[in-house]
């Protein structure tokens, strides 16, 4: 158990909708992170945050929100879904962000668009 | 930038010969190397990493890797595989001063009793 916590683990939608995937850091983490795992695309970084503000952006789509709150649990907001948004959604924490940080990962998010 | 290069998306091993999982990788700046594992329905577990210091980095479940700057490369080992070894391995990079982890397309490794 890494101690990041996803919610929920499974989600099943109708394109077009939106959803919500939430995440709660590590005790003591102040950094998340969003990456999507797909087949055909692989393991993606999408965003990151640092104590409440974005730090990095990676391949999200605009149709993809995030934002972490001052509890420094994070929600990623998925909207006007597509067949394609089908994906498990990991969160990642760090305690500091670094580029040494080690992440630790949640179990994910199984989104299925339908 | 930073790119990461698994060869074999697929290795089969009998139990107790070495495991070998390749990875290279290319970045501009000087990288700091990850390897992942991902059980069945799980998430991923970091089984060790190198930032700085001694190449040859021990991790956990007696994996090891070494880092060779001149051939771009990150290749995990363990000398004897075990059942519970079986599961998807992934390679990151992450280049000094960047905050993002690219990812390896992944190798699954299976244990053959």
């Known amino acids: 158990d890494s101690g990041v916590t996803q919610t929920p683990k499974h989600l099943i939608t109708a394109t077009g909708q939106r959803v919500t995937l939430r995440c709660s850091p590590r005790?003591?983490?102040?950094?998340v992170y969003w990456y999507q795992q797909s087949l055909d695309q692989g393991l993606q970084f999408l965003i990151q945050y640092y104590n409440g503000e974005e730090r990095a952006k990676g391949n999200i789509l605009e149709r993809f929100s995030a934002q972490q709150f001052p509890d420094l649990h994070s929600e990623l907001n998925l909207s006007s879904l597509e067949l394609g948004d089908s994906a498990l959604y990991f969160c990642?924490?760090?305690?500091?962000?670094?580029?040494?940080?080690?992440?630790?990962f949640g179990p994910g998010t199984r989104l299925t668009v339908l | 930038a930073q790119s990461v290069t698994q060869l074999g998306s697929h290795v089969s091993v009998s139990e107790g010969a070495l495991v070998l999982l390749r990875c290279n990788y290319s970045?501009?700046?000087?990288?700091?190397l990850f390897w992942y594992v991902q059980y069945p329905n799980q998430g991923l577990q970091l089984l060790l990493k190198y930032t700085t210091g001694a190449t040859l980095v021990k991790g956990i479940n007696g994996f090891e890797a070494e880092f060779k700057k001149s051939e771009t490369s990150f290749h995990l080992t363990k000398p004897s595989a075990h059942m519970s070894d079986a599961a998807e391995y992934f390679c990151a990079v992450r280049g000094a001063g960047s905050y993002q982890l690219t990812f390896g397309k992944g190798t699954k490794l299976s244990v053959i009793p």
């Open positions: 970045s501009s700046v000087p990288p700091y």
């Open positions: 005790s003591g983490d102040l950094s």
């Open positions: 990642a924490s760090s305690f500091l962000g670094g580029d040494t940080d080690t992440q630790y």
